[in-house]
């Protein structure tokens, strides 16, 4: 307790070194923490939300709200607060309290947290989500994170991607393709070999290619590097400032 009371006014060095000496004393420290969580002391919150970001304790959580739902609190505690939330329990994120909440950075991290939970429903739902610009770039680090998990949920994006007419959509997804392309250049020669080209080579004209062209590199396939160029000169000829 004493060390806490010598970092209410301490400069920021200070409470770095103070803060990593008292976590160490671990669950002992919880103790302390949760018993002084009433408190209006701005040292305290931070050190309840560091340390649930360092030891994620199920009971931390109401803790956590509190600082959360509180208007008064720094916006920049609240988004730690927030952070150390999605890391204990990411399930609690999924409402739309925190997906379509109004502060940007507390949205991004609840439609991140999505994906802990990877699932064909939360694919279906982050893609929707693709077609808000602002929503965009955690939808697809949640969408990529959930297919290294789950694999064989890639298959949902290929015909979704073909089909989509919204420009900005399409790209999103042309992007989460293009992470992981060797997917679909493995099937240039397999029995869905049409719709696959077609994917490629969208994929293509948007110029994502350094995926395709690292394939390339290490590829001992010369039928499916036969492919591959085939459609590089189609594409390059119909838009040469890929060139």
Not at 43 to 65: D, I, S, T
């Amino acid at each position: 307790g004493k060390i806490v009371e010598t970092m209410v006014a301490a400069p920021r060095w200070y409470c770095d070194k103070a803060q990593a000496l008292v976590f160490e004393y671990g669950y002992d420290f919880y103790t302390f923490l949760t018993s002084h969580s009433d408190t209006d002391s701005l040292a305290v919150k931070e050190l309840l939300v560091n340390f649930a970001a360092r030891m994620p304790l199920g009971e931390l959580r109401p803790h956590l709200r509190k600082i959360i739902e509180n208007p008064s609190n720094q916006i920049a505690l609240v988004h730690k607060a927030v952070c150390a939330l999605a890391k204990i329990s990411p399930a609690e994120l999924d409402s739309s309290h925190y997906l379509q909440h109004t502060d940007a950075r507390i949205r991004a991290v609840a439609i991140e947290a999505l994906s802990h939970n990877p699932t064909e429903n939360n694919v279906i739902r982050l893609v929707a989500m693709l077609a808000d610009e602002p929503n965009q770039k955690p939808a697809i680090l949640a969408i990529s994170h959930i297919l290294i998990e789950q694999p064989h949920l890639f298959r949902l994006l290929p015909t979704r991607f073909l089909n989509e007419t919204d420009p900005s959509v399409k790209i999103c997804l042309a992007e989460i393709l293009g992470n992981r392309i060797e997917y679909l250049l493995l099937k240039l020669n397999g029995k869905d070999r049409m719709a696959i080209r077609a994917i490629v080579k969208e994929v293509m004209l948007m110029g994502k290619n350094s995926n395709i062209i690292g394939f390339l590199n290490k590829n001992k396939n010369i039928e499916i590097e036969n492919e591959i160029l085939s459609l590089l000169k189609i594409t390059l000829c119909e838009k040469t400032e890929l060139q």
